[in-house]
Structure formats: C-alpha cells, structure tokens
C-alpha cells in the first residue's frame, strides 16, 4: 500500500465508490451501518473485513475520516481530496461547447 | 420441534439494565431470583409474556467485557428488537435521552436503528416494510 495519498486509487474501486455515495447520503457511519447499506440497498456480499479494508484505503487517501464518538467509531467523508483534482484540470471555468 | 425460549444479553450491571429494559425500552420482568450475587433476570415482551425471555447476564467475565467492547466500536449490535414504527421509535426513545449508534435508516426490506443500551451494548431495533 502506497504512504502517498492517492484519491485515484480510491476511487477506482466500484465498492469503495458505493461507500462515498452511502456516506454522502448520511455522514458519520459505523462499519455496521456501512456493511449493512452495501448488503441490502446493493446487494453487495462483501466480508466485514472487506468492507474495513476498502475503508482503510478511503481513509488513507483522505476521503474518510474517522471519529470516536462515545464508545463507537464513526466514518466521515471528505471531499476536499476530489476538488484538488476538480482544480488541477477544470481551471478555465469555461462552460464545455454545447 | 425445537424453539428459543431464553436467550441472553450481557450487562455491566443488572439493577441499571433492568431499568433500561423495562422503563425505557417498554420490556416487562418476567423472572427475578438471587443466584449467589447474582440475579437470575429475565424480561419478555408485554405483547409475549410467555414468549422468549431475555436474561440480563452480569459481564462479570473479562472476555464478555472485551467482546463487548470490540463489537460496539465498530457499531455492531448484540441483540436485536422488534418494533412497529422504527421512526417513531427512535423519536420517543431520543426524548428519553437515548443515543443512537445508526438513525432509522430504510434499507428496503427492512427498517433499523441502532441504539446504545448504556449497558455495554449496542442494539437494533428493526421492522419489516
């Protein structure tokens, strides 16, 4: 696993594009909240620790933090890693041709 | 034909658990009786009386107290309940000062929330649509 921070990586994986899109309609899941969506809105059979895995990389990258919250571990995302990529192209602000 | 009669929660401590299960949660004691320090304590379900009890187990164990606390920090529930209204339920439950873990959360076939029993464990209340 590479140390550098890698939002491409991340978001190469359809799985891991589901999270972003779970936690986009609700911030601040725990891993059994995340497994559950995935299992019953997607029909996804991913292991537990599969589910971990996928959210290590997220968060590796910057797109999901974590956050104790009491006793549990909730997962936060975090766009800001996309806009530097929006930026690094998109920066003519010129709407596309029709 | 085999069936489930009793099945078992752990708690930290059974005087508060008993509270939470019964004043809050809308359980009715069903078995009280000392077993040493102990109590041996159930609760059914007021809709159920002679249904599945449910034994308030003390954690005196230190491994009940690790797995306890492994399962809640990733959010994942211990027991599960049936309700009527899982929305509804979490609203009356929220004004009575219960955290939850996951909010009522439609998954499609079914309706859940996660709640924290102030007993060491989280647990989901679910109902089919």
């Given amino acids: 696993m590479s140390a550098e921070p890698d939002p491409f990586r991340a978001i190469a994986d359809p799985t891991r594009r589901l999270i972003l899109d779970e936690l986009t309609e609700s911030d601040g899941q725990t891993l059994f909240e995340i497994c559950s969506r995935l299992t019953m809105r997607h029909g996804l059979t991913s292991s537990r620790q599969a589910v971990s895995q996928h959210l290590a990389v997220l968060e590796q990258s910057g797109l999901v933090h974590t956050q104790r919250r009491g006793r549990y571990k909730l997962h936060h995302i975090d766009p800001g890693p996309l806009r530097a990529i929006v930026q690094r192209w998109l920066t003519t602000g010129e709407e596309p041709p029709p | ?129």
């Avoid at chain 2, 401590?13 to 069903?30: E, I, M, N, P, V």
């Avoid at chain 2, 002679?50 to 491994?63: F, I, K, M, T």
């Fill in chain 2, 1 to 129: 034909m085999i069936r489930i009669n009793l099945t078992s929660i752990h708690v930290d401590d059974q005087a508060k658990a008993l509270a939470f299960y019964t004043d809050t949660l809308g359980f009715s004691k069903k078995t009280d009786e000392p077993v040493g320090d102990a109590r041996w304590l159930t609760v059914v379900s007021p809709a159920d009386p002679d249904g599945v009890e449910l034994l308030l187990e003390p954690n005196e164990h230190p491994a009940a107290r690790a797995y306890q606390e492994a399962l809640t920090a990733d959010g994942i529930p211990a027991a599960q309940f049936a309700v009527d209204d899982v929305h509804a339920e979490v609203d009356r439950l929220k004004a009575l000062g219960v955290e939850f873990s996951q909010d009522a959360t439609d998954l499609g076939p079914v309706v859940t929330a996660v709640l924290d029993d102030t007993c060491g464990n989280l647990v989901q209340l679910a109902a089919l649509t």
